[in-house]
């Protein structure tokens, strides 16, 4: 049906991460985002847009505050949304697969805590 967006899995928007001369994709709020050729326009520069690419940037997105003049940008950069099974409120976040994982979980919310406080720290 024309006018319909196609759907991408989170695997499939990975692969597109601007290494290797693939493309560079990134999703915000479930929607596709094909930026390679924004890259070099971005006001903040193309470093920013490269830590997202191939994956879900919406947190750091709206944690910035963008205009609506990039908004307007971002909607012409659209190639196709999210497949359900990949949205944000479909995904786990947190669950652990089996007993063996209870002491790298535990690792890896240290290093984000850890993380969060050099960032409130240092700015």
Partial sequence: MPGELRE???AEVA????KGGSP???VIRDIVY???SYMEDHPGGSELITEWAGKDGTKD???????SDAMRILRTLQV???AKCDQAKNRQTGG?????DVGSEDN????????????ILCG
């Fill in 8 to 10: 991408y899995t989170l």
């Fill in 15 to 18: 692969q597109r991460n601007g």
């Fill in 24 to 26: 560079t994709w990134l």
């Fill in 34 to 36: 094909d930026v390679t």
């Fill in 61 to 67: 997105f709206d944690d910035f505050g963008h205009s």
């Fill in 80 to 82: 196709g949304v999210l």
């Fill in 96 to 100: 652990l697969k089996d007993v063996s």
């Fill in 108 to 119: 890896l919310l240290e290093k984000k805590r850890s993380k969060r406080r050099k960032f």
